[in-house]
C-alpha cells in the first residue's frame, strides 16, 4: 500500500513540476500578472495562476494511482467502506471543480465576493451532501448532540470560513502553501495511521504539488509565481474535506470509527492559524467600524514584516508556530476539551495578536524618541 501512496506523491509533484514552468511563460506572454498596489507586499508583476496547477495534480495522480490500486489488488476492502468513500468523492469533486473555476475566474478577470460566496456556500453543501456533517461536539462546551438543522448550517459556515481562511492568509511567499503543506501532511498522517488509505492518497495528491509549488513561490526569481484564488480556495476545500472526514469517523458516523481524543480541537489545531487569524483580524475590523471583508495590512504576516522580518523569516516563523501548536495539541489531546480549547484560544490571542503588536509599538514609540527635537 505504501507503493500507491508514493506513486501518487510523485505523480503530483511531477504534474506541478511539468505544468507550473509553462503556467508562468504563458501568464508573463499573456501578461496575467498580480500587479503591485498600496495593499500589497510585493513588488513587481508577478503570476498569480500558480494553483491552476493544483487541479490535475489531485485528479491525474489520485484517479490514476486509485484506478491501478483497483485493478491490481480489488481495493481488498470492505464493499462499504468503498461504497461511501465513492459517494463522497463524487459531491467532493463537483464542489472542488466549482471553486477551482470561481477562484480561476477571479485572477483572470475579478469576480464580485458575493458571486464568489455564493459559489462557496454550494461547494460547502456538497459535503453536506456527501452526510460530512459536524453532528457532535463530543463534549466541548457541553454539547454531545447537534440538531440536523443546526449541523448543516454549521458544516456550511465552518468550510466557507476555513476556505476563506486560506485564501486570506496568503500575502507572503511560501505562507499558504506552507501551512497547506503541513495541514495535508498531519491530515494524511492520520488516516494512513489508521489504515484508510484511499484518504491519505487524497491527501498527498496534493500534497505534492504544493510543494514543488512553494519551491517555486519562494526560490523562484525568472520562475517566479503566486498561488491566485484558484489555487487557495481548492487548498482550503480539500484541508475542509479531510477535516471533517477526520472528525466525522471519531464521531462513530462512518463505516468504521475511530477513538481520537478531541478529535475536532486536533483538525482545529491543524488549521488554527489561518482560522485563528481570520476571526482575529475580522473582528478588529467589526470592533473599529470597518466592513469586515475590507482588505488591510493587519495580517500575521503582515505585522512580522512590520517587526522587520523578510518574507521568509516571516513564513519560518509563522509555520514554526503551526508545528509548536500541532504538537502541543497532540501532547494535551487528553485533556477535558474545554480546558485544551480554552488553551489554544490564550496561545492564539498571545502569539498571533498581542506580542507582535506590543513589540511593533515599543519600537514605533522609540523610533518617535529618538526623532532630533526641531
Not at 503556467?23 to 513588488?43: A, G
Not at 511567499?173 to 492518497?201: N, P, Q
Not at 469517523?249 to 488549521?271: C, I, K, R, Y
Amino acid at each position: 500500500m505504501v507503493g500507491f501512496i508514493i506513486l501518487t506523491l510523485v505523480l503530483s509533484a511531477f504534474i506541478g513540476w511539468i505544468t507550473i514552468p509553462n503556467i508562468i511563460i504563458i501568464s508573463k506572454r499573456k501578461r496575467l500578472f498580480d500587479s503591485h498596489n498600496s495593499r500589497k507586499v510585493h513588488t513587481g508583476a508577478i503570476p498569480r495562476l500558480g494553483g491552476i496547477s493544483f487541479l490535475p495534480a489531485v485528479l491525474v495522480s489520485f484517479c490514476l494511482s486509485l484506478g491501478i490500486r483497483h485493478v491490481t489488488d480489488g481495493f481488498d476492502l470492505n464493499p462499504l467502506y468503498v461504497d461511501e468513500f465513492y459517494a463522497e468523492f463524487l459531491f467532493f469533486v463537483a464542489g472542488l471543480i466549482s471553486l477551482f473555476f470561481i477562484g480561476l475566474a477571479d485572477d483572470l478577470v475579478g469576480i464580485g465576493y458575493k458571486s464568489k460566496f455564493l459559489v462557496q456556500v454550494v461547494a460547502a453543501a456538497m459535503l453536506v451532501l456527501a452526510d460530512l456533517n459536524i453532528k457532535s461536539f463530543d463534549g466541548l462546551f457541553g454539547i454531545y448532540y447537534i440538531h440536523p438543522v443546526f449541523s448543516v448550517l454549521l458544516t456550511v459556515f465552518v468550510v466557507v470560513g476555513a476556505v476563506n481562511a486560506y485564501n486570506l492568509i496568503d500575502g507572503v511567499d511560501g505562507l499558504c502553501s506552507g501551512l497547506g503543506a503541513i495541514a495535508l501532511c498531519v491530515l494524511s498522517g492520520w488516516f494512513y495511521y489508521h489504515d484508510l488509505y484511499a484518504y491519505t492518497m487524497l491527501g498527498v495528491s496534493l500534497f505534492g504539488c504544493v510543494v514543488t509549488f512553494f519551491l517555486y513561490n519562494t526560490r523562484g526569481m525568472r520562475l517566479k509565481v503566486f498561488m491566485g484564488d484558484g489555487g487557495s480556495l481548492m487548498l482550503g476545500y480539500i484541508v475542509s474535506f479531510l477535516g471533517l472526514k477526520f472528525i466525522d469517523l471519531n464521531a462513530g458516523m462512518g463505516t468504521f470509527t475511530l477513538d481520537t481524543p478531541n478529535a475536532e480541537l486536533m483538525v482545529l489545531s491543524v488549521v488554527f492559524i489561518p482560522v485563528f487569524d481570520t476571526v482575529r483580524v475580522l473582528t478588529e475590523r467589526i470592533m473599529k467600524g470597518r466592513p469586515p471583508f475590507f482588505p488591510d495590512k493587519t495580517h500575521i504576516h503582515h505585522l512580522f514584516l512590520r517587526l522587520g522580518f523578510t518574507h521568509m523569516q516571516s513564513t519560518g516563523i509563522i509555520l514554526i508556530m503551526a508545528i509548536a501548536i500541532i504538537m502541543f495539541n497532540f501532547a494535551l489531546q487528553d485533556m477535558n476539551s474545554n480546558l485544551l480549547f480554552v488553551s489554544d484560544v490564550l496561545i492564539g490571542m498571545v502569539f498571533l495578536n498581542w506580542l507582535p503588536k506590543y513589540i511593533i509599538r515599543k519600537r514605533e514609540g522609540k523610533a518617535k524618541n529618538n526623532q532630533p527635537a526641531r
